[in-house]
């Protein structure tokens, strides 16, 4: 497969996107993350992410219909796409990879 270039966070994006389905859209996905990481994240830093990932072809998106309780405004919603997908099954299996050669090592736990 070929090279992929994503950081942490776009990762944590696309995971999320995927997670959410058809309700995947800049505010959900926050949200989102924040639940499953316990991290507080920046609006700003969502949307470039998606925008980045639909750029790359890992996601798609539509725009949903106008609503009154957005002042007209309309979501825009993404979905994985079939890269997005083999991108996020190549980290899972190269991280597991270099998971399983970590030797089992009897170390104490240190508290930091």
């Not at 539509?62 to 079939?82: D, E, N």
């Amino acid at each position: 497969m070929q090279r992929i270039n994503i950081g942490e966070f776009e990762e944590l994006v696309l995971l999320v996107v995927a997670i959410l389905n058809d309700n995947a859209y800049g505010i959900s996905v926050m949200e989102e993350i924040e639940r499953q990481t316990e991290r507080k994240i920046n609006i700003s830093a969502v949307h470039s992410a998606l925008d980045r990932l639909e750029g790359k072809g890992f996601l798609d998106s539509r725009v949903g219909g106008a609503t009154k309780a957005r002042g007209g405004r309309r979501k825009r919603y993404f979905s994985i796409t079939v890269a997005g997908q083999k991108s996020l099954s190549f980290i899972k299996e190269q991280r597991n990879r270099l998971h399983d050669q970590i030797p089992n090592l009897s170390l104490e736990y240190v508290a930091i």
